[in-house]
C-alpha cells in the first residue's frame, strides 16, 4: 500500500489541528473530490470519521486493511497507527471527535453501515471548523448534533470490508502478496511451500489468525479489490476477467454472496447518502 505525501487544501488545516484537543468537540472538514488522497503512517489523539460521496478509501494498520467505499462511514479511534489511501477522486467528509465523544465507539478501526442522520451531521460540523478558534465549546445545538451522531455510530453494525492480517511473519508475507495482487491464482501448497510450511501448518494458523480460512481471505481480498475497481467505473465483466473469475455471472454470484447485493445495486446506498448531505447543505 503506497504511503506518501499528506493532502493539500483544506484536509491539511484540519490534520494540523486533530490533535489539539482544546478545539471542539466536533469538527469536520470537506473532501473536495480532487486527487486521491494519500496519509503517512500516524495516529492522532482525536477519533475521526470518514463519510465519501464519491470515491473510496483503503485504510490500512496492524491489525489489516478496511475500505470505505462511498455510502459507508469509515471509523478510526483515538490512538490507533494507521495509512490511508484514496482510490479515484474522493469527495465527503472527515470529521475529528474528542476523546469524550468517543466513548462506547469501537476500540479498533472499522467500517460501518452508516444511518441516514450521520452524512447531514458530519455536513452541518463542517460549518463549525470555519468559525472555531482555540478554546471554544460547542453551542448547545451543536452539542446537541454531536451527541446524536455519537449515538448513531454506536448503534451501527459493522461491514465486512476488514481484511485481517495475521501476526506470524511468514503469513503476514502471503497476506500482503495477496492483498496487493488478489487475481494471483496460485493454489495453496505453492504458497506454503514459497513459505517453508506445510499445507496443513498453513491452513491451522492462518484460521487462528485471522479468523478465516486461507480460501475465505482470498476470495473477501478479490471482493474489496472489486469494490475498489467498481468504485472506478470498470465494468463488472472486466472486473470479474481481471480478478480470475470464469464468467460475470460467477464473479456476480460471489460478490452477493459476501456483501448481499450485486455488484451493480451496491453503490446506491451512496446515491442515498449523497442526496441526504446535499439536502442539509441547502437548508
Do not use: N
Amino acid at each position: 500500500m503506497a504511503k506518501i505525501d499528506e493532502p493539500d487544501g483544506a484536509e491539511s488545516v484540519a490534520l494540523e489541528r486533530y490533535d489539539a484537543l482544546d478545539e471542539p468537540a466536533l469538527f469536520a472538514v470537506a473532501l473536495d473530490g480532487g486527487q486521491a488522497r494519500r496519509t503517512t503512517s500516524h495516529r492522532h489523539r482525536r477519533g475521526q470519521l470518514y463519510t465519501l460521496t464519491r470515491g473510496l478509501l483503503w485504510v490500512e494498520g496492524a491489525a489489516g486493511r478496511w475500505v470505505m467505499p462511498a455510502g459507508c462511514v469509515g471509523w478510526i479511534p483515538p490512538g490507533v497507527r494507521h495509512a490511508a489511501l484514496g482510490r479515484g477522486p474522493v469527495a465527503g467528509w472527515s470529521a475529528y471527535l474528542s476523546p469524550s465523544l468517543c466513548v462506547g465507539l469501537p476500540v479498533e478501526p472499522c467500517v460501518l453501515a452508516a444511518s441516514a442522520l450521520v452524512a447531514p451531521i458530519v455536513a452541518r460540523a463542517v460549518a463549525w471548523t470555519g468559525r472555531a478558534a482555540p478554546g471554544r465549546q460547542l453551542a448547545p445545538a451543536e452539542q446537541r448534533l454531536a451527541a446524536v451522531l455519537a449515538d448513531e455510530l454506536q448503534r451501527a453494525p459493522r461491514d465486512t470490508l476488514h481484511l485481517p492480517f495475521p501476526t506470524d511473519r511468514r503469513l503476514l508475507r502471503i497476506a500482503r502478496a495477496l492483498a496487493d495482487d488478489p487475481a494471483d491464482t496460485r493454489p495453496l501448497a505453492a504458497w506454503a511451500s514459497g513459505a517453508g510450511l506445510s499445507v496443513r501448518s498453513l491452513t491451522r494458523h492462518f484460521q487462528a489468525e485471522t479468523g478465516l480460512s486461507f480460501m475465505r481471505w482470498r476470495q473477501r481480498a478479490r471482493m474489496l479489490r472489486a469494490l475498489e475497481w467498481l468504485a472506478a467505473g470498470q465494468p463488472v465483466g472486466v472486473v470479474a476477467d481481471a480478478l480470475g473469475y470464469q464468467s460475470p455471472s460467477t464473479f456476480a454470484a460471489t460478490f452477493r454472496a459476501q456483501f448481499g447485493r450485486s455488484p451493480s445495486r451496491y453503490f446506491e446506498a451512496a446515491t442515498i447518502s449523497r442526496s441526504a448531505a446535499t439536502s442539509s447543505r441547502s437548508t
